[in-house]
């Protein structure tokens, strides 16, 4: 069984930068582990994931360049690093893991998502 736990949002301004952090318990290795988002009134889109097996990396086109996506095994944790954050990154950010390790762009492929952490915009 796979926990995973979303830290890291908060209120951010046009241009801020913030590291989103999802920690793992219980079974902890041997997944890819993917990050979506979800705005109010949208559905739950594709971000960025990354594979267990070889660290490859996926990115959806609308964040490549200024998301970073990272592991440390150490800490059982993923990060994306968020730059240059515009109006349309404000959102539920959400991960969860592929145990196919397919780098799919589709959350159905995906399972044991966590609660969600928040990035909202003052202006």
């Known amino acids: 069984q796979v926990q995973l736990a979303e830290s890291g949002g908060g209120l951010v301004r046009a241009g801020d930068s913030l590291t989103l952090s999802c920690r793992a318990s219980g079974h902890t290795a041997g997944y890819a582990t993917g990050w979506f988002r979800q705005a109010p009134g949208k559905g739950r889109g594709f971000v960025a994931s990354?594979?267990?097996?070889?660290?490859?990396?996926y990115y959806a086109t609308s964040v490549q360049g200024r998301f970073t996506i990272s592991r440390d095994n150490a800490k059982n944790t993923v990060y994306l690093q968020v730059n240059s954050l515009n109006s349309e990154d404000k959102a539920v950010y959400y991960c969860?893991?592929?145990?196919?390790?397919?780098?799919?762009?589709?959350?159905?492929?995906?399972?044991?998502w966590g609660q969600g952490t928040q990035v909202t915009g003052s202006s």
């Open positions: 990354i594979r267990w097996s070889d660290s490859r990396t």
């Open positions: 969860a893991a592929d145990w196919f390790e397919s780098g799919s762009y589709d959350s159905g492929e995906y399972d044991c």
